[in-house]
């Protein structure tokens, strides 16, 4: 085996393809690409930036939800109440506080902290079903408060952006940019946030709470403990992701602390591929990119001239979506991250079988035996 061999092995290939990801969505602004059936216009126009700094919060929010789900197996309906905290703090400090924008985002992240403590340390005394029906009853409440609360929150108008202290660099559709790179930004924080969780030694008690609780406790470790840790961290990384959707759209509705914004997200995280960041990544992209297209498909001639048979269930985009997902969860169970993964995983082993079987390293006349072999692939191995 050379060197360059040996030192191309040593790179690490997913943070070499990540930071090329990252810098090509970086540079997508400057460029003058197009993707016919897929983006709505030019990459550098404004349409198709709203259009991908929507995808990325999404793909935000579905990463800190898969905190919950992938790595400490919580089964939450009320992950987007963290989120409406986030975007409704927001608007409520700079509405009503009058305060700047960056003290306003400090105010938003407090505040969701503050709720995922209460919240989690409530739903916290109860796992597994029990669990999602409390976080589910929080947001029902949260939802309730939204709506009833006109005089702070809109009521169902929902709360318009005060862009009185807002720097003029985020605010306007001229500035769609940079909107999108501070969405991009919001969604790299996240992405390392996630990264550290499941790396750490919480990540690793999170996980081994997941699969078996009681064997924890007996270690004398405190699984409670982890899970809450990682709730308040994921519900955190929503408020967050809340508040660049709140400068994205400009706004926000009651929509937005509902269980069924978390069921979305859930969807996402599930065509992903539940446990995978960079599945949760791509399931929030091609999720928004599915319903931005679909609603056009609906609206079409082509749709409207179709027998009313087909027609009814081709114009309804929530139709076409919850089909497909329909047919990933039964053919597709591990996501389109976990398919890859699979995938990758058997022809690896396929290539490590084939190389053993045809191995011609021993000498002539001599017939190997099985510690032979064994000792001969090591020693490759080793190289």
């Known amino acids: 085996m050379t060197a360059a061999v040996a030192a191309a092995r040593r790179i690490p290939v997913p943070l070499v393809v990540g930071v090329g990801l990252v810098i090509l969505m970086a540079c997508l602004p400057l460029l003058n690409i197009s993707l016919p059936g897929i983006l709505p216009t030019a ?21 800190s939800y898969n905190m919950l789900l992938g790595t400490a197996g ?3 309906f009320g992950h987007a ?22 003290p306003g985002v400090i105010v938003a992240l407090v505040g969701g902290l503050v709720i995922a403590f209460i919240t989690g340390a409530v739903s916290m005394r109860v796992s597994g079903i029990p669990f999602a029906m409390v976080t589910l009853a929080f947001a029902q409440a949260g939802s309730v408060l939204v709506r009833r609360n006109s ?40 992405y390392l946030v996630a990264v550290w969780v499941d790396r750490s030694r919480l990540g690793h008690l999170a996980r081994a709470t997941r699969e078996n609780e009681l064997r924890v406790k007996v270690l004398g470790l405190e699984p409670a403990r982890a899970r809450l840790l990682v709730f308040v961290i994921a519900a955190l990384c929503a408020s967050l992701v809340g508040v660049a959707y709140m400068l994205l759209q400009s706004g926000t509705v009651p929509r937005s602390v509902s269980a069924d914004l978390t069921i979305t997200v859930l969807v996402i995280v599930v065509l992903g591929g539940v446990g995978y960041r960079w599945g949760a990544i791509v399931g929030g992209v091609v999720y928004t990119i599915l319903d931005q297209r679909l609603t056009v498909l609906a609206g079409s001639d082509a749709i409207a001239s179709l027998p009313s048979v087909l027609r009814v269930p081709l114009s309804e985009p929530l139709f076409i979506l919850g089909t497909l997902f329909i047919l990933v969860v039964m053919f597709l169970p591990g996501g389109i991250a976990g398919t890859v993964d ?29 510690e032979q072999v064994l000792e001969t692939a090591g020693q490759e191995s080793r190289s």
């Open 43 to 63: 990459t550098y126009q404004p349409g198709t930036l709203a259009l991908l700094s929507l995808a990325m919060i999404f793909a935000a929010l579905a990463l």
């Open 74 to 76: 919580m089964l939450s």
């Open 81 to 102: 109440l963290y989120f409406g905290a986030g975007a409704y703090g927001l608007g409520i400090g700079l509405e009503n506080l009058g305060v700047p924008l960056w």
């Open 151 to 190: 005089a702070v929150t809109g009521g169902e108008e929902g709360l318009s952006l005060n862009t009185a202290g807002v720097p003029d660099w985020l605010v306007g559709v001229v500035n769609t940019r940079n909107l999108y790179w501070a969405t991009l930004a919001v969604l790299i924080v996240v």
């Open 342 to 370: 699979s995938w990758v995983r058997r022809r690896r082993a396929g290539s490590a079988h084939a190389d053993l079987e045809m191995s011609d390293d021993a000498p002539a006349g001599r017939i190997e035996g099985p």
